[in-house]
C-alpha cells in the first residue's frame, strides 16, 4: 500500500509539473481580466496596446457572465472576426474603430507565445471589436437624435454580451455579425452599390469643363469625355463611336438616363447643372452612399408587414404591403429654412375636408405680412380670427382688429381656415399626432409637383395622389372605398376616418439608393445633413478623425502554423 502511494503521489507531482506553465499563464491572464474589468467599471479610461476599451458596460457583463476567462481561444474565430471587421469597410464603417491594426498584427502569433498580460489585452479588444462592430451595424455608429458617434455597445435593448457569447459558443462569428446588419434589401442593394463604386476609386476624373450648353446633334470636345464618364458610370455601353465628339445615338439615350439618375430634367441638354454632375468625384458618391448606409442603420430591425416610406431627398412616397410595392407617389417637402424632420410614427387616421389652424409661427412670419398688404386676404382664403384658444375662444371681425400693431410678442390670436377648394391641407390629411405637427396631406397647388425640385412646403409633406393613398390605408375596412370617400368631400364638412388597423410611417433622407430597376440613385442634399453625419461617421473615439473614406481593405495575412493552434 506504501509503495502505491508513493507511486500516485509520484504521478500527481509529474502532472503538476506538466501543467503548471499552462495554469500559472492562464491564473496569470485571469488577473489581469479581472483588474482592467474593474478599472473599467470604476469610471477610468482603460486603454490596452495603445487602443481604449469602449464597450465599457458589455464588457463588464460579458466577462462576469464569463467568469473572467478568454473566450477568443480559438485562432479560426479570432480569424472570422477580422474578417468582419474588414467587411465592415462595405459598410461604409472605418475597420480603425475596431482594434483591425492591432488585432491584425497581434492575432496570427500563437497565443502561447504571448505574455498572459498580452493575452488577456488581446482577448479584450477582440470582444470590444466584436460589441462595438455589432452594436454600429445594429443600430448605426452615429446617434440619430444628436448627431454624434455612439461609442457604447447596449443600445436597442439587445444585450450584446449575450450575442458575443452565443457566437463563440456556435462557432460562427461571421454569421453572428452579418446578422446584426440591417435585413432590408435596400440596404444590401446599396452596399453593393459601394463595391461597385469602389472600382472608380483612383481613375482619371479631371473636371469637365463649362462652356455652352451641348445639345443633341452638336460637336463638342468634351464629349470625349462625357462618354469616357457614362460608360465608367455604367449609363452608356462601350461602343466604338465613329466621331466620339458628336452628340448623336446611344449618347442620346444615355445622358437623358443620367439625369434622371440624379434628379436633374431628362431632357437631354448638358447644361451646368448635367456637367455638375458628370463631375461628381467617384469619393463624392461615395460619401452620399455611407451617408445613406448609416440612415438605413437608424431605422427598426423590422419596418413591419405594411408600411409608409416617405423619402424627403428623394421627393417620393412608397406604401408597402408584405413587401410589394403597392404605390409610388412623387411628394413635396419642407423648404430649406423649414425642414421636414427625419422620424417615425404611425398613420392612425384620416381627415376629409379638414380645417387648417395655422401654426404660431407660420401666422406671423407668413400670414401677418399678407394681411397687411391685402385686407382681403382673409376673406378670399376663407380664413377665420379667434381670440383665445379651446372651447372658450371668441370669432373676432378681421376689420376691427390693427394688424399693424401686432409683433410676434403681441399676437392673441388664432387663424383658422375653413374646408374648401383653397384649404392649404387640400381635401384630405393623414394624422399620426407627432412632437413636429407634421403631416401628410392634399394640397390645392398641384402644379408644384411637376417640378424637379420639389422643396416648396413649411414642413409638412404634401401628397400628389392623397385619394389613392387614403384607399390603401383603409383596405380591409368595409365601410369606406375611393368612391365613398370623394363623396364626402362634396359635403364641405370635416369628417374623421380611423384607420383599421395603425400603420407605421417613416420619413427619412436618403441621398442615394438603388431603385427597384437596380439603378444608383443620387440626389442633391437639399437641406446639407450630409455633411455633418459623415463627419461624425469618421470621428474616432478620440473625437479626432480617420479622414480618408474606407474602401475595401485587408489587414490579415494567414500564417499557417496559427491555424493549428489549439486552446
Known amino acids: 500500500m506504501p509503495a502505491l502511494n508513493c507511486v500516485t503521489n509520484a504521478l500527481a507531482l509529474v502532472l503538476i509539473v506538466a501543467v503548471c506553465p499552462w495554469f500559472s499563464s492562464s491564473v496569470k491572464a485571469n488577473e489581469s481580466l479581472v483588474a482592467r474589468i474593474e478599472a473599467l467599471d470604476a469610471g477610468f479610461t482603460v486603454e490596452v496596446l495603445g487602443n481604449r476599451l469602449l464597450a465599457r458596460q458589455a464588457l463588464s457583463n460579458f466577462y462576469a457572465a464569463n467568469g ?232 427598426p430591425e423590422s419596418l413591419g408587414e405594411r408600411f409608409v416610406l416617405v423619402n424627403i431627398a428623394g421627393y417620393e412616397l412608397k406604401m408597402i404591403d408584405r413587401g410589394v410595392e403597392l404605390l409610388r407617389q412623387r411628394v413635396i417637402v419642407g423648404r430649406p429654412f423649414r425642414q421636414t424632420p427625419v422620424f417615425s410614427d404611425r398613420i392612425r387616421y384620416l381627415v376629409v375636408n379638414p380645417t387648417w389652424t395655422v401654426p404660431r409661427r407660420l401666422m406671423i412670419e407668413d400670414q401677418l405680412p399678407q394681411i397687411i398688404r391685402d385686407p382681403d386676404y382673409l376673406q378670399r382664403l376663407n380664413m377665420k380670427v379667434y381670440r383665445g384658444w379651446g372651447a372658450d375662444r371668441q370669432q373676432i371681425d378681421p376689420a376691427a382688429i390693427n394688424w399693424g400693431t401686432l409683433s410676434p410678442n403681441n399676437f392673441p390670436y388664432q387663424l383658422v381656415q375653413d374646408p374648401g377648394p383653397n384649404n392649404a391641407l387640400g381635401q384630405i390629411k393623414f394624422m399620426f399626432p407627432n412632437q413636429y405637427d407634421i403631416y401628410l396631406h392634399d394640397t390645392p397647388s398641384r402644379d408644384l409637383f411637376g417640378r424637379v425640385d420639389r422643396s416648396f412646403s413649411s414642413g409638412c409633406i404634401r401628397v400628389e395622389q392623397p385619394f389613392a393613398l387614403a384607399e390603401q390605408l383603409l383596405l380591409g375596412d368595409p365601410n ?88
Open 68 to 299: 473572467y476567462e478568454r473566450a477568443w481561444r480559438r485562432a479560426d474565430q479570432r480569424h472570422q472576426l477580422l474578417e468582419a471587421i474588414e467587411s465592415a469597410s462595405r459598410d461604409g464603417l472605418d475597420p480603425r474603430d475596431y482594434h483591425a491594426d492591432v488585432l491584425a498584427e497581434l492575432s496570427n502569433r500563437p497565443m502561447q507565445d504571448l505574455p498572459a498580460d498580452l493575452q488577456a489585452d488581446l482577448d479584450l479588444l477582440f470582444s470590444d471589436a466584436f460589441l462595438m462592430l455589432g452594436s454600429h451595424l445594429l443600430e448605426g455608429k452615429v446617434s440619430p437624435h444628436t448627431i454624434h458617434a455612439e461609442w457604447t455597445a447596449n443600445r436597442r435593448q439587445r444585450n450584446m454580451g449575450q450575442v458575443l457569447a452565443a457566437a463563440l459558443a456556435n462557432g460562427d462569428i461571421g454569421a453572428a455579425v452579418d446578422a446584426l446588419r440591417p435585413t432590408h434589401s435596400d440596404y444590401h442593394r446599396l452596399v453593393q452599390a459601394r463595391q461597385t463604386m469602389t472600382e472608380l476609386l483612383g481613375q482619371p476624373w479631371l473636371p469637365i469643363p463649362t462652356g455652352q450648353t451641348i445639345r443633341p446633334g452638336d460637336r463638342d470636345h468634351r464629349l470625349i469625355e462625357i462618354r469616357r464618364r457614362l460608360t465608367a458610370l455604367g449609363d452608356l455601353s462601350e461602343s466604338d463611336a465613329t466621331d466620339p465628339s458628336l452628340y448623336g445615338g446611344d449618347l442620346e439615350t444615355a445622358v437623358p438616363l443620367f439625369q434622371a439618375r440624379h434628379g436633374l430634367e431628362p431632357d437631354g441638354i448638358i447644361g451646368p447643372a448635367t456637367l455638375t454632375a458628370f463631375n461628381l468625384l467617384p469619393i463624392e458618391r461615395m460619401h452620399q452612399i455611407d451617408a445613406s448606409l448609416e440612415r438605413w442603420r437608424w431605422l
Open 480 to 567: 369606406w372605398n375611393r368612391a365613398r370617400i370623394h363623396n364626402m368631400v362634396g359635403s364641405n364638412q370635416p369628417k374623421t376616418i380611423l384607420l383599421p388597423e395603425p400603420v407605421p410611417v417613416y420619413i427619412q433622407y436618403w441621398t442615394a439608393w438603388v431603385d427597384d430597376r437596380g439603378q444608383l440613385q443620387f440626389r442633391n442634399d437639399i437641406y446639407n445633413r450630409d455633411s455633418r453625419l459623415l463627419a461624425r461617421l469618421r470621428e474616432d473615439a478620440s473625437g479626432g478623425s480617420h479622414g480618408l473614406t474606407p474602401a475595401t481593405v485587408s489587414y490579415q495575412e494567414t500564417q499557417a502554423n496559427d491555424d493549428k493552434e489549439q486552446p
